[in-house]
């Protein structure tokens, strides 16, 4: 027998028997609790006035760049979510109505957001665009156990037509304190 074959054959005997010794004597490996509320039918509340962790949020297009401070106000009710910031992105108030997709033109701009609850996050998914350009947003809405952290991250892409096609991806990480 060659040493290949046999260091194959240990290491498919210490599997089979690793496998059958945890089925025996363990009934499932421990699961560490996520940092985030989770559950099939919770909806958080993100209402409060947040304050931007500046060192764990940031913008990667294509280098990871660190954001301004801001401070982010968030209101929330049973059918809508509205939200207003500081900085020039979002100055002013925007609102996600949470039960049902909006499907819209502004000024020549086709307008789509889809929220949706998943495992405690509000998941959602937002397109505008043109013949010229378009860009998608996917962005998960998440809050700590404890209610003081709130987290808001996914990816941002711009598509333009002309004068060639081109495309921008921007992942987003952005890590808030209650205030």
Known sequence: MRLVPALVLAAVLAAVSTSVLLSVT??????????FVASRTARPDFSGTWILDVERSWVAAPDRERLPAETLVVKQTASALSF????????????????SP??????????????????????VASWLGNRNFSRSTHLTWSISRDGRKLTI???????????????????????YRKQ
């Open 26 to 35: 363990s009934r499932e490996p421990a699961r560490r609790e996520p940092d």
């Open 84 to 99: 207003e910031g500081d900085n020039r992105e979002l100055a002013r108030t925007q609102t996600i109505a949470l039960d």
């Open 102 to 123: 909006l499907r819209k033109t502004v000024g020549g701009m086709a307008v789509a957001v889809d929220p949706q609850w998943a495992d405690g996050r509000l998941l």
């Open 153 to 175: 991250n996914g990816t941002q892409t711009d598509r333009r037509a002309h004068p060639n096609e081109t495309v921008s991806v921007a992942e987003i990480m952005r890590v």
